[in-house]
């Protein structure tokens, strides 16, 4: 998923940026501090930017060469799968509930009781790849896991997505008004009897008027690769032909990240705020879906992220989400985020009245 914001360089480079609307992002958190309004001209580089709509996958086309992705990875390992050349550069790691439900009233009382039911899991026809089956695919995985069983002791019960226009998420009340929809229709579902459990989260609110439980929360699982999935692990992906013709301009978004994460480390009690005009959540429910965002939203190419990724790269083969095999590590380009990291050390050194604006201060 992404909001793209179409720039226009003084150079003459034209690139794409998107970054996710649906979980909070290092990039939702940048684009709130330091690019205001849907369009503009940044006031760093000069590049004219507004913002251009809502897909549910980034087009990998000739036409769009140059192009800057930040989001939850399934999108980039799917492109990466297919050909597309790009590298990832930036990795982080967002802690979140991925709870299994059932209704109040179900017999289930254990996660050993999913053996021979029927699991509700979403379905969008029109993604390259699904990101929410993804996630809710990986979500049972790791639920049935805990009590020895796998994905074949349960039957899959497929709930198409109905078709939406994308220019509907632009805003903060379509998002938010999706989101409720996509809500309603599950638990209608749910409560009528069509599957018995099904991958989701709701607000407590909702949760004890429609009578709901929490069967297991993957977020308990001790393991991390076992927790990871297509929203707690995001990546910055980056075009390949951006990355070799305008090499600064990565970097430059790089440096912007890590700003605005140390931002986070200095107000981690205001990021809630920046950041719920962005998503679909109130600053209210941002706690109980999200654990520690200060955290969440730094950046780095850490070895554990890294072998992380190699699962869930793995995982989507493993179940047909992916058609083709790649190495990760060739896919990983570590020199943009050095390079940015040394040069945002330096200027905050040079210059601390630029890196930390009164708004960032304490």
């Known amino acids: ?154 039957r899959l019960v497929p709930i198409d997505r109905e078709r939406f226009d994308p220019h509907s998420l632009d805003s903060h009340d379509g998002r938010r008004d999706r989101l409720v929809q996509d809500g309603w229709h599950l638990l209608a579902r749910l409560t009528r009897g069509d599957f018995d459990a099904v991958a989701g989260r709701f607000p407590d609110a909702i949760a004890e008027a429609v009578g709901l439980k929490v069967l297991y929360d993957t977020r308990s699982h001790p393991d991390p690769l076992a927790r990871v999935n297509p929203s707690v692990l995001r990546g910055v992906v980056v075009s390949g032909p951006l990355l070799r013709d305008r090499r600064d301009l990565v970097v430059h978004a790089l440096i912007r990240l890590l700003k605005a994460a140390a931002w986070a480390e200095e107000n981690p009690w205001q990021i809630a705020e920046k950041l719920s005009d962005a998503h679909a959540i109130t600053e209210e429910q941002f706690p109980a879906a999200y654990e520690n965002l200060s955290e969440g939203v730094q950046l780095d190419l850490d070895p554990a992220k890294i072998a992380a990724l190699r699962v869930q790269k793995d995982f989507f083969l493993e179940h047909g989400l992916i058609d083709r095999d790649f190495s990760v590590d060739s896919w990983i380009d570590p020199a943009p985020l050095r390079e940015a990291r040394r040069l945002y050390a330096k200027a905050r050194t040079d210059r601390p009245e630029r890196w930390f604006p009164p708004e960032g201060r304490r």
């Open 1 to 154: 998923m992404g909001d793209l914001l179409n720039a226009e360089v003084k150079q003459g480079v034209e690139h794409i940026y998107a970054r996710c609307a649906s979980v909070p992002t290092t990039s939702a958190l940048a684009e709130a501090l330091y690019l205001k309004g849907s369009e503009g001209t940044d006031p760093e580089t000069g590049a004219l930017y507004c913002k251009a709509g809502f897909v549910s996958h980034l087009e990998y086309s000739p036409e769009h060469p140059y192009w800057i992705r930040h989001a939850g990875h399934a999108v980039g390992i799917w492109g990466r799968s297919r050909g597309v050349d790009s590298r990832m550069v930036a990795l982080s790691w967002l802690e979140g509930s991925y709870p299994v439900i059932t209704p109040a009233n179900s017999p289930i009382r254990s996660v050993a009781d999913l053996k021979g039911k029927r699991l509700g899991i979403v379905r969008s026809r029109d993604a390259g790849i699904d990101r929410l089956y993804a996630q809710q695919l990986k979500t049972y995985a790791t639920t049935l896991g805990t009590a020895g069983l796998d994905l074949s002791d349960i």
